[in-house]
């Protein structure tokens, strides 16, 4: 059966023998010391660990946020959904590197920051082609907004189900 123990008592063995004096039986010289010795452990007990430490170091987060900064393109224009675009495509060919223009139309805009996406559906001989691009990703050389949709969803996946003409969306002319 195990003894439970008062918080206000201590046992004797386990306290510090440098607190452990008596007032009565130290001279004038260590009691200074005594005081002294109080004084900081009376200071650690009211102040429970509460220091923080600047040391000059940024923390894995404050890096990667630094190192996003940094990536982020700034020349990109406003593209909404709806939105008719022209991305060009960086493509190696061997050593050769040119940028191949890609149009359609923005049928949805994902996440933000770094990760920004959005999905451009064109008909290309009679198919619909749907590509996924990174808006900030070093593939991506240019963004051109060819014109502006006018459209009241924020996804616009119902597109995939038409044909012809009625996969047009009307031109919006205030923005």
């Avoid at 900064?69 to 406003?78: C, F, G, I, M, V």
């Avoid at 359609?104 to 198919?127: C, D, E, S, Y």
């Amino acid at each position: 059966m195990a003894t439970e123990t008062d918080p206000t008592t201590t046992d004797p063995s386990t306290e510090d023998p440098s607190t452990d004096v008596d007032p009565q039986t130290v001279d004038q010289g260590t009691a200074d010391v005594v005081s002294e010795a109080a004084d900081t452990t009376a200071a650690a007990v009211a102040a429970p660990a509460a220091v923080t430490v600047t040391t000059g170091k940024l923390s894995a987060r404050a890096l990667i946020e630094e190192f996003e900064a940094t990536q982020l393109k700034s020349d990109l224009p406003e593209i909404y959904v709806g939105d008719t675009v022209k991305v060009g495509v960086r493509i190696r060919e061997g050593n050769k590197e040119r940028v191949q223009p890609y149009e359609g139309v923005v049928i949805a805009k994902r996440h933000g920051g770094l990760n920004q996406t959005i999905t451009v559906r064109r008909i290309f001989q009679g198919i619909g082609v749907e590509r996924v691009f990174m808006l900030h990703s070093p593939q991506v050389a240019s963004v051109k907004v060819e014109r502006r949709g006018k459209v009241r969803r924020a996804k616009l996946f119902y597109l995939r189900d038409r044909v012809g003409k009625a996969t047009r969306v009307k031109q919006r002319f205030d923005r």
